[in-house]
């Protein structure tokens, strides 16, 4: 059965792509099958971490809601950023189904919107027609119908915050939301953190003034900043502390 996890967060900015992008490389080098999805579709993103530009060869999340494909021909195998690393156990697979990031495709959407259930039908037959060990869904920032929904059906929902008070104030009212829609599981990832930050008593704060785990805690690095979103870092700098935080998260989420 597929694990579904959805990465989440109250407001944009968080780092919840990068987050999104680097757990599935992880979870799919431990031999995992692993399925990405950009749900974000009125501002996408993701697609850029996997080496696309603007112009994504083939079929997008949009083909599929606008009726012209099956979702698993908008599935694009990512493998090989990978499989090449050290340590990547055989078997493991990374698909990718990307938003469109065309101004045409974007102001379609924000003009006619979707139906929501056809994309929650899509979760169902991307799972199993690609025969998914896990399902990772990266969502749209903040609370709307296809954020409850994502919320709704999955296993685990990953919460991203910064450590700002505007976004532990959402941050509260997401966990609320999500205890509310009975979710199995809850964890929450601090982002961003300054480095003069003591991690380990953030870590405590966090889950105290939230009742739930705290799965990890990203330091705030210039080397990501530097990244800029030209990759996979986790892959690329496996030896760096982000890196690693990123790689016992998934092996978490993955469990």
Not at 64 to 81: K, W
Request: hydrophobic share 40%; aromatic share 6%; proline share 5%.
């Amino acid at each position: 059965m597929t694990k579904i996890i959805s990465v989440h967060s109250f407001r944009g900015g968080t780092g919840k792509s990068n987050t999104s992008a680097n757990l599935s490389a992880q979870i799919a080098m431990s031999g995992k099958r692993v399925g990405v999805i950009d749900t974000d579709v009125q501002s996408p993103g993701i697609h850029v971490l996997f080496g696309f530009d603007e112009n994504v060869p083939g079929k997008t999340l949009n083909d599929y809601l606008y009726g012209s494909c099956p979702i698993t021909e908008a599935a694009h195998d990512v493998t090989a950023t990978v499989s090449s690393r050290p340590g990547y156990v055989a078997g493991g697979q990374l698909f990718l189904v990307p938003s469109s990031i065309k101004a045409g495709d974007i102001a379609k959407v924000l003009r006619q919107g979707y139906d929501v259930e056809l994309l929650n039908e899509g979760f169902r037959k991307l799972a199993k027609g690609l025969n998914l060990d896990v399902l990772i869904i990266d969502t749209h920032p903040g609370l709307n119908e296809e954020t409850l929904l994502s919320i709704t059906i999955s296993d685990t929902l990953l919460l991203i915050l910064r450590p700002d008070k505007q976004d532990y104030q959402g941050t509260a009212v997401t966990v609320d939301i999500a205890r509310r829609l009975e979710v199995p599981e809850l964890l929450l990832l601090v982002n961003k953190v300054p480095s003069n930050a003591d991690l380990g008593a953030m870590a405590a704060d966090v889950s105290k003034a939230y009742n739930s785990e705290v799965a990890g805690v990203l330091p705030l690095s210039e080397d990501i900043v530097s990244n800029a979103s030209g990759g996979l870092f986790s892959i690329t700098n496996p030896d760096h502390p982000w890196s690693q935080t990123i790689a016992a998260v998934a092996q978490r989420l993955a469990n």
